[in-house]
C-alpha cells in the first residue's frame, strides 16, 4: 500500500498538505498475514507553525532557589530535630527547657551585668550593655540558667517578662526592657504608668521630709502610705502632703502599725520638679516611726531622633 495524502485539518491547520499518511506493515501473529497500518506523519516545515498555535509550549519553570535548611526555629530560637539524626532526645529537651524557660517569661532582674554566684535552673536574667564573666559578649540579651551553665535567648521587640526584683512588668523595646509600658511609638516615645515605693524613717520634730522624692515632669494620680513600725511622740495624728499643700494625700492619719493613707486625687497633679513629700504631726510633734509610702503617677517619654 503505498503513501498517501489525505486531510487531516482536525489535527493540523486544514491544509491536505499537512499531513501525510504513511502505510507500514505489521504482522497479525501466527497466521503469518501482513496487515498494514496507517500514522500520520507531519509534513517538514508545519510542525512548529500548528501546533503551536493550537497547542502552545508552555514556559519551563525558572530553577528553584535552593534553601538553607533550618536548625532552629525563627522566634524563639528552639532546636529542630534533622532528618536522620542520632539522639534525638538531647535536641527536643533542650528545645522544651528553654520553652519552659521563655514562655510566661520571669526576669529575676533587668540590665544585668554580673551573673550570680549561684541560680536556680531555669532562672533567667535580662542582661545589660557591658556583661561581664559568664555572660560577656552577651549585651541585650536574656541568660537562662541549664544544666548548669548559661544558655542566651535573643529578645524581640513587644516581649513582655514580669521582673521580679521589681515586682512589675516589663516590654523590650528593641533596645532595653522598660516597666510600666502603657504604649510605644515606633521612634519610642512611650506612656508609662509607674509607682515608687519607699520606707520613710520618721524623724523628730513637727515636720518629717522624705528623702524619696516625687520625679519631674510626670502626673502624681495618688499618694498611698501605710505605717509599718508605729509613729511615737506626742502627736494626736498626723498628715501627708508636699510643701505647700501638707494635706493633699491625707490628714487625720493614725499612729500604730497598719494605719494607712490613699490620697486619691480628683484631678490628676503635674510635678515639673522633683517634689519631696512632707508629713506634718497635729497636736504635737513626732518621736520615731516608720512609713512605707508609694507615688502613683503617670510619666511620658520623648520620641527619638
Given at each position: 500500500m503505498s503513501p498517501s495524502v489525505r486531510c487531516a485539518s482536525a489535527i493540523a491547520c486544514g491544509s491536505c498538505e499537512a499531513v501525510r499518511w504513511c502505510a507500514r506493515?505489521?504482522?497479525?501473529?501466527?497466521?503469518?498475514?501482513?496487515?498494514?497500518?496507517?500514522?500520520?506523519?507531519?509534513?517538514?516545515?508545519?510542525?512548529?507553525r500548528s501546533l503551536?498555535?493550537?497547542?502552545?509550549?508552555?514556559?519551563?519553570?525558572?530553577?528553584?532557589?535552593?534553601?538553607?535548611?533550618?536548625?532552629?526555629?525563627?522566634?524563639?530560637?528552639?532546636?529542630?530535630l534533622q532528618p536522620a539524626q542520632a539522639q534525638k532526645h538531647v535536641t527536643v529537651n533542650e528545645a522544651l527547657a528553654r520553652l519552659d524557660a521563655l514562655s510566661?517569661?520571669?526576669?529575676?532582674?533587668?540590665?544585668?551585668?554580673?551573673?550570680?554566684?549561684?541560680?536556680?535552673?531555669?532562672?533567667?536574667?535580662?542582661?545589660?550593655v557591658d556583661p561581664t564573666g559568664d555572660w560577656?559578649?552577651?549585651?541585650?540579651?536574656?541568660?537562662?540558667?541549664?544544666?548548669?551553665?548559661?544558655?542566651?535567648?535573643?529578645?524581640?521587640?513587644?516581649?513582655?517578662?514580669?521582673?521580679?526584683?521589681?515586682?512589675?512588668?516589663?516590654?523590650?523595646?528593641?533596645?532595653?526592657?522598660?516597666?510600666?509600658?502603657?504604649?510605644?511609638s515606633p521612634s519610642g516615645a512611650g506612656s508609662f504608668m509607674r509607682v515608687k515605693e519607699f520606707e520613710h524613717v520618721v524623724a523628730p520634730g513637727s515636720v518629717s521630709q522624705s528623702d524619696a522624692v516625687i520625679p519631674a515632669n510626670v502626673l502624681v494620680l495618688a499618694v498611698t502610705a501605710r505605717v509599718t513600725q508605729s509613729i511615737t511622740g506626742s502627736l494626736a495624728t498626723w498628715r501627708l502632703g508636699v510643701a505647700?499643700?501638707?494635706?493633699?494625700?491625707?490628714?487625720?492619719?493614725?499612729?500604730?502599725?497598719?494605719?494607712?493613707?490613699?490620697?486619691?486625687?480628683?484631678?490628676?497633679?503635674?510635678?515639673?520638679?522633683?517634689?519631696?513629700?512632707?508629713?506634718?504631726?497635729?497636736?504635737?510633734?513626732?518621736?520615731?516611726?516608720?512609713?512605707?509610702i508609694a507615688v502613683h503617677y503617670y510619666e511620658p517619654s520623648l520620641p527619638g531622633l
Open positions: 506493515p505489521t504482522s497479525t501473529g501466527r497466521t503469518g498475514a501482513t496487515a498494514w497500518q496507517s500514522r500520520p506523519r507531519m509534513a517538514p516545515g508545519r510542525r512548529s503551536l498555535r493550537r497547542f502552545p509550549t508552555p514556559m519551563a519553570p525558572a530553577p528553584l532557589r535552593r534553601r538553607t535548611p533550618m536548625t532552629r526555629t525563627p522566634l524563639l530560637a528552639l532546636p529542630l510566661m517569661l520571669v526576669l529575676e532582674a533587668r540590665g544585668a551585668n554580673t551573673p550570680p554566684a549561684e541560680a536556680e535552673e531555669g532562672a533567667t536574667w535580662g542582661l545589660g560577656a559578649g552577651q549585651g541585650g540579651r536574656i541568660a537562662i540558667r541549664l544544666g548548669g551553665g548559661w544558655v542566651f535567648a535573643t529578645p524581640r521587640r513587644g516581649w513582655r517578662a514580669w521582673i521580679s526584683e521589681e515586682g512589675a512588668q516589663a516590654v523590650f523595646d528593641g533596645a532595653a526592657w522598660r516597666g510600666g509600658v502603657l504604649a510605644l505647700g499643700a501638707p494635706d493633699r494625700y491625707g490628714s487625720g492619719l493614725g499612729r500604730e502599725v497598719g494605719a494607712f493613707a490613699r490620697g486619691l486625687l480628683g484631678t490628676p497633679m503635674a510635678h515639673y520638679a522633683a517634689t519631696p513629700l512632707v508629713l506634718s504631726a497635729t497636736g504635737g510633734s513626732f518621736a520615731g516611726g516608720r512609713v512605707r
